[in-house]
């Protein structure tokens, strides 16, 4: 084997390392002589247990400027999407049975509507402009006396493109329509004010936020209207709403995330949207290429470019040892196109070059360099071994 | 599909293609089909080909493939090559079952090269 | 049937609907080696959405059933052997039939080809149809679900193909297929199925038609020469038609519904009658291209009796076919048929045996109570 260097991570947009210090405070909680007691048995051990829950749900909720009885712990942002989603549209469906997204959605969204779709729910798919952009327009338009939730997400998981929440938000508040957020991508990245924009329901994750896997939040406004049934049955935790023992050390887990975010999030955003800026400066004269999203409109974080004529699965083997994404990484496996960037109008080929670059906080200057370097050998090899077309 | 989607000796083929490029003076063969592109560039000497070049366009067990398809054939008579299948490279590299297809499209290219040095005086496609 | 086919490699045609899914698991169940193979066709933007649904409801099917997916593009071999020829009989004044083609040319033709090269000793499709080798002579029948039945549309496909092709669902009925899919857990159990031609899908087929043909509107005519309205072009109307001719409220006609009865090529007039006219009606065609499974029926030149259909999902007419001097076939049923139109197919049977079939080119004789004062266009 040649030694390859070493490995340059930059696909935080599918995941990140968890902070040392959320380690820390996880493995506090897992032991015999840590809080590792049932948060809901009436005992000693179990009440020192729930004081984590607590305080987890505070930093959360301090992070988004909510109550933290407005939040409600889940698996992650997929479990949560269903949850509001599903749990929204069966709470209204006496009202009415029209649901709007969008197909840019991530698939924890579309396929949910999908699903509901079959069971008999009727769904309008509004199409995004060339970015990816929602035109608040088709929105009003697409509005019915029936309508009674609205889904899109806050950050694109592919182009990082950012959608107008607030507009969206008011739009859905005049028509009486609760709006739901897929914010996976943006909660702990970017500032997310739920005290202040007008979202019923918003979905997130720990564990694209430097905090563990398998643990997510959903925010449900304390709103009249605003409620949703269960998709889940088995005990009285939480409200019923999500029952099943909660995950202490998983929960402080995610408060701790979401506490260091809070603190760190404008030098995040910072050391962001300088590392993209000089990725973007570095390949954007590579002759072909072009940005999917919106680079003026979006989350510094996430970087995503076509490249006429070259063939993604060659290139992303080419680009090693970057980790870079194809696609979104749930259909990373197989080799459809993206259908997210197919929505905004590219053709197959071009979806299928596609790279996305997705930075974090643990991304150097250096690793950008190499990156810089990595992208360009890669396609002018790929290019120098294609046929040359046939006048 | 496995962990490792590509095999020691397909990153090897693929991260260097000492067959990768074009030949002067050549027989060529030329196919663009099921999402795959390829060139086959040969020099044959009294029956025997001295040089065998390749270019493609397509996926990295296709890459792999068609340099694997140069090293094993170059130096071999030209008669060799209507003797050539795709399952040798199928099975060598290996490619996966899905794939096939990519492979098979090598494997034309590689009979209409046969063709253009065996069954004609012109050398040139 | 299926028993035979342990430890075999089977190629299997898989669209990503339920029947061919269905098919995939019987093949399994056999013991079969099976591989699927996917095809696209039929390449444009309009159509793109179901275009890649079904690839990807392809991809589910074989995951959950863990059987390799292949996938191949014959775009180009369809154009050049299935949609010029389409777009050559509309031209014409006709109304062909794409998917006799599709299956003779490509299903069967370059499909099969390929998976021959894939390794597959048998060929395999979702069609509802029976085929089996007795006594070395290969049989086409009639799928036990009648309904279903789709031998109308395989009638073209040769009998060497046909010899080394299964057809998993021949025995089953729709529902019982649905069933499977169901207790199986297929995700796309209920998937609804595909409806009309493959490459115009959902899409209004005079929107479809008019972006590849010129479109020539003329007037529309009774049999008198009386105009009675305009047409958009003779290539959107089929014979028999009513629906869809804009005539109506006129003070000298009756409020019953007006029939397409004839096109006239050369003055670009559509021929309409109003009511359910004997012009209509037509005893006897003329079958050209003739293709048979297996060889032609011996007495042909005699007069054969057998069966046959002008339409897919007709009941059988009992009819005699007799092959004239040209080598073509007369057809000449014992009831007066409905609608006879040049460019699509009549098909043989005897009883469940499908035996092979012809173009019809044009109608040869009406009934003899009908004044004979137009001839049906070529």
Redesign the interface.
């Known amino acids: 084997m040649t030694d390859k260097p070493d490995l340059i991570y930059l696909d935080y947009a599918a995941t990140t390392p968890v902070d040392p210090r959320v380690v820390a405070a996880m493995s506090r909680l897992l032991e015999m002589d840590g809080d590792f007691a049932n948060p809901s048995a009436d005992h000693l051990a179990g009440r020192r247990s729930s004081v984590h829950v607590a305080n987890a749900a505070e930093q959360l909720a301090a992070l988004l400027h909510v109550h933290p009885d407005r939040l409600i712990w889940t698996s992650g942002a997929t479990e949560s999407n269903n949850l509001a989603i599903i749990g929204a549209a069966r709470a209204r469906q006496h009202r009415g049975q029209h649901l709007i997204t969008m197909p840019t959605e991530h698939k924890a969204v579309t396929d949910v509507f999908r699903a509901l779709e079959r069971q008999g729910f009727d769904v309008t798919w509004l199409l995004p402009d060339e970015c990816g952009a929602l035109d608040i327009d088709a929105l009003e338009a697409a509005f019915r006396d029936d309508t009674q939730l609205v889904s899109i997400m806050h950050v694109n998981n592919e182009t990082g493109l950012l959608q107008d929440i607030a507009r969206i938000g008011e739009s859905c508040r005049r028509r009486d329509v609760l709006l739901h957020v897929d914010a996976a991508q943006s909660v702990g990245k970017l500032p997310v004010d739920l005290g202040q924009l007008p979202v019923d329901l918003a979905s997130m994750t720990a564990h694209k936020m430097y905090g563990p896997k398998g643990i997510g939040g959903l925010y449900i406004a304390d709103r009249p209207g605003c409620h949703i049934e269960p998709l889940m049955f088995g005990g009285g935790q939480q409200r019923r709403l999500r029952p099943g023992t909660l995950a202490v050390h998983l929960i402080a887990g995610f408060g701790c995330a979401a506490e260091i975010a809070a603190t760190s999030l404008a030098e995040d955003l910072e050391h962001l949207t300088t590392l993209r800026d000089q990725l973007w400066a570095g390949i954007r004269d590579v002759p072909g290429i072009r940005l999917n999203g919106d680079i003026d409109n979006s989350f510094p974080g996430i970087l995503n470019a076509s490249i006429a004529d070259i063939e993604g699965e060659s290139l992303l083997l080419a680009l090693e040892p970057l980790c870079v994404a194809t696609g979104s990484a749930c259909n990373s496996q197989s080799q459809e196109p993206s259908y997210v960037l197919r929505a905004l109008g590219r053709s197959d080929a071009e979806a299928q070059s596609a790279i996305r670059f997705s930075l974090g906080r643990q991304t150097r200057s250096e690793d950008i360099v190499v990156a810089v370097r990595r992208y360009r050998s890669a396609v002018s090899k790929l290019r120098d071994l294609a046929p040359v077309l046939a006048a | 599909?496995s962990i490792e989607p590509?095999s020691?000796r397909v990153?090897a083929l693929?991260?260097t293609?000492a067959h990768?490029?074009?030949l002067d003076d050549a027989a060529s063969s030329?196919i663009?089909?099921?999402?795959v592109?390829?060139?086959l560039f040969a020099q044959v000497e009294a029956g025997s080909i001295r040089g065998l070049r390749f270019?493609?366009?397509?996926?990295?067990h296709v890459?792999a493939a068609a340099e694997a398809f140069c090293e094993c054939y170059e130096g071999r008579q030209a008669s060799d090559l209507s003797d050539f299948t795709?399952?040798e490279l199928m099975q060598s590299l290996p490619v996966?079952?899905?794939k096939?297809?990519r492979i098979?499209v090598i494997e034309d290219a590689v009979r209409s090269l046969g063709k253009v040095l065996c069954g004609t005086s012109e050398p040139h496609d | 049937m299926l028993g035979n086919l342990k430890n075999t490699r089977v190629i299997l045609g898989l669209s990503g609907g339920v029947d061919s899914a269905v098919a995939a698991i019987l093949l399994k169940d056999a013991g079969a080696d099976v591989q699927a193979l996917h095809m696209t066709n039929w390449e444009d933007d309009d159509g793109y959405c179901t275009a890649a649904e079904d690839l990807q409801d392809a991809r589910r099917v074989c995951e959950q059933l863990d059987i390799p997916l292949h996938q191949a593009n014959f775009t180009r071999q369809y154009r050049d052997r299935v949609f010029d020829h389409f777009l050559d009989e509309y031209r014409a004044g006709r109304t062909p039939n794409p998917d006799v083609l599709c299956n003779r040319e490509i299903k069967f033709g370059v499909f099969r080809d390929y998976a021959k090269r894939l390794g597959g000793t048998w060929l395999a499709t979702g069609h509802y149809a029976r085929s089996a080798v007795v006594d070395g002579v290969t049989v086409l029948s009639k799928a036990a679900d009648a309904d279903k039945d789709q031998s109308y549309f395989l009638h073209a496909v040769s009998a060497e193909a046909l010899a080394e092709t299964v057809f998993p669902l021949g025995e089953l009925q729709k529902s019982e297929v649905r069933q499977i899919a169901r207790d199986r857990g297929l995700t796309i159990h209920d998937k609804k199925d595909s409806t009309g031609i493959c490459f115009i899908g959902e899409r209004p087929f005079r929107e479809f038609l008019s972006t590849y043909l010129p479109a020539n509107p003329g007037s529309i005519r009774t049999p008198d020469g009386i105009e009675v309205g305009q047409h958009h072009g003779l290539m959107y109307y089929t014979l028999g038609q009513r629906q869809g001719l804009g005539i109506g409220g006129r003070k000298d006609a009756a409020d019953e519904p007006w029939y397409v009865v004839d096109k006239e090529l050369v003055s670009n007039t559509l021929i309409v009658v109003q009511g359910d006219s004997d012009l209509l009606l037509s005893n006897s065609l003329l079958g050209i291209d003739a293709s048979w499974i297996g060889p032609a029926p011996p007495d042909l030149d005699m007069g054969y009796r057998c069966n046959a259909k002008i339409r897919y999902r007709q009941a059988d007419q009992d009819c005699t076919v007799t092959r004239n001097d040209a080598g073509d076939l007369v057809v000449d049923f014992d009831a007066p048929q409905r609608a006879v139109a040049p460019g699509q197919f009549v098909v043989f049977y005897d009883g469940d045996r499908c035996l092979g079939g012809a173009v019809i080119d044009r109608i040869l004789e009406r009934p003899a109570r009908v004044t004979p004062a137009k001839v049906a266009a070529i």
């Open positions: 599909m590509y020691t990153r693929f991260d293609p990768a490029g074009g030329s663009d089909d099921q999402g592109r390829i060139q270019r493609a366009w397509g996926c990295p890459i795709a399952s996966p079952i899905e096939s297809g098979l």
